[in-house]
């Protein structure tokens, strides 16, 4: 069964540093998503994208990230200069179509900002 | 703004008890509704989901129904299992007016199932 893979599974980065997370979506999925959870907190949405641009962000989505499908496979979320409180499980997702259609999750990359 | 409310954990049950978590919701208008479970070590997947009032979904035993009147997703299973043990989330789906479809969680509930 199809699945979407992000990479990697753990991440330990100092403060101010950029890091790149990436995320392989289902091949014929269209909707790309990126959701995160910081520890303790409920899964909040930070951005949806479809057709090579951003569908919608939320508040958290700050000028620090930015996202991009470098290719036809892969959707990477970048955080420019990361900061203690960027701490938190991030999660890709996946849809085929908007209208309806099922987010399928990936395992997530656990983030740690020292 | 659309939210959603669950019971919070930990909730730990022996094998066979009678499962229920509660999830309420706000939304404006009549969002769908899920609920996504995370075993251990692994993303998050949909375990079922309704899209309007009354419908009930069902998935592995598992089930619960819309209720518009109470604003209230309830996640019940009659017979839990060991390996019912997972994190539980909530959460709706909203769309804006451009289109653009989000879901909206809940913080989670541990579910614990002992032999």
């Known amino acids: 069964e199809p699945e979407v893979t992000q990479t990697p599974s753990h991440q330990v980065t100092q403060m101010g540093q950029e890091v790149i997370l990436r995320c392989v979506p289902i091949s014929n999925h269209l909707y790309f998503y990126w959701y995160r959870q910081i520890l303790g907190q409920k899964v909040e949405f930070l951005v949806s994208f479809y057709n090579n641009e951003i569908s919608e962000k939320s508040e958290i989505f700050d000028d620090q990230f930015s996202v991009e499908r470098p290719d036809g496979s892969n959707f990477t979320l970048k955080i420019r200069s990361t900061k203690l409180e960027d701490s938190a499980m991030y999660f890709c997702?996946?849809?085929?179509?908007?209208?309806?259609?099922?987010?399928?999750f990936g395992p997530g990359t656990r983030l740690l900002v020292l | 703004g659309d939210s959603v409310t669950q019971m919070e954990g930990p909730v730990t049950l022996s094998e066979e008890a009678f499962l229920t978590i509660n999830c309420t919701y706000t939304a404006t208008g009549y969002p769908s509704l899920f609920w996504y479970v995370q075993y251990p070590g692994e993303g998050l997947q949909l375990l079922l989901k309704a899209t309007k009032a009354d419908d009930k979904g069902s998935n592995k035993g598992f089930e619960a129904t819309y209720r518009k009147e109470t604003t209230s997703f309830h996640l019940e299973k009659g017979s839990v299992q060991v390996s019912d043990s997972a994190v539980y989330f909530c959460?709706?789906?909203?769309?804006?007016?451009?289109?653009?479809?989000?879901?909206?969680f809940g913080k989670g509930t541990k579910l614990t199932v002992n032999p």
């Open positions: 997702a996946s849809s085929r179509l908007a209208g309806g259609e099922t987010q399928y």
């Open positions: 959460a709706l789906r909203t769309r804006n007016q451009g289109g653009s479809e989000k879901l909206v």
